[in-house]
């Protein structure tokens, strides 16, 4: 049990972030909260507007470029609810996901310093997918246990060599940080780590009724062969 | 393989949709968008206007009740892209996902109109979860094999006697429809449409590139035990 049951979640976006890794853990966490309480703040860089096109606010969609077209032509805009300077200062629970965007140094700047100022009054922090290479950069990893998405493990270990990079987890805990695979894995850590806050009882419910099978040994991951990934 | 191959993918939301209903799927063809022609359309009633608080555009939170929060603790808003008025005449797949909205006819309402008037022009129609009780009430699914939800399959097969309501699956095709049981199902039969789509070899990448473990056996199913779900 943390050492007091988290209230209020916190989860980070940013243009080219990976859907699944937001939604995936944010799922099992709103029928949670149909029968406990708890809070979510969605926080970006800007709250953006809502214009013609609707590419603001924050797309799956990496931002446009010269050569790519405003409006992209298949992705999928999340509103925020919260930017990281009007952040509430009583999150409990703060998740980083992955994707394409953590690649943009432009688009990770402002959440490095979010992160390092949260941490510390966090119960809990949890990345999904390459998530775990934007907390690496912030130090927060630092001389612990971590994993991050397999096909991108190379780039994952260049974030920071201060950290133990396992590569065959489907997630790994070290201490109050909770790190996951790719995409798809952020759905075996939540129910993971629902079960560490809430119990086994309520996990199992929860993923009965989503009608999800869940992986449950944090050791069996296939993906790290698959992908070549190696510790670090 | 399809009459010809789809290019133009739309998705219904919904007041009180399930999220990982649409993002699931929505994940996968997000990626596999990234290699594949395809266009997406994000089908409401309204476009909502962003106002303070974000309840609107389209939220996973039911609409705001006397006895209820105007603005939602835990809840996300995703982007429409188009009303059901404006959507683009040239879509090729449909997709309906369920989630709590669809017990509420007001919600509905304005949902079955315009699946019933652009089903004949499409590819294929997919449904996830309770999304299926929604087209069962247009009677597109008439005379055909389906499934839902397991948890809510009674409610399910209230909306239509003229289906054959298949319990113990976790996907069911008939002719160019394919529907999904509840909620996490809807990634597996996503799956099993891009494969039948594009081919095993893409279906398979995708996946593995995401760190999912499909459950590849339409038939393989233990919800339908676990929630007392029988055939109709």
Redesign the interface.
Known sequence: MAAHTPKH?AIILFPGF???D???P??T??VL?RST????S?LASTLG??HHG?TD?VS?ALPPTPSTPSTP?????????HTFDTAPPDIDVLIVPGGPGTRTPATTRPILPFITRTYPSLTHLLSICTGSGIVAQTGVLDGRRATS???AFAWAKQQSEAVAWVARARWVVDGNVWTS?????G?DMVYAWVEAVWGEGIAGELA??????R?RDSGNDR?AE??GATDG
Do not use: C, H
């Not at 309480?37 to 979510?40: I, Y």
């Open positions: 979640i990976q859907l699944l937001v939604t995936g944010l799922d966490l709103n909260s309480p708890l809070r979510l969605i507007t809502l609707n606010p799956t032509p298949f992705a999928q805009s999340i509103l925020p609810t998405n397999k096909r695979s790719g995409v798809a894995a759905m009965d009724g989503s009608e999800y099978e992986n993906f698959r992908w």
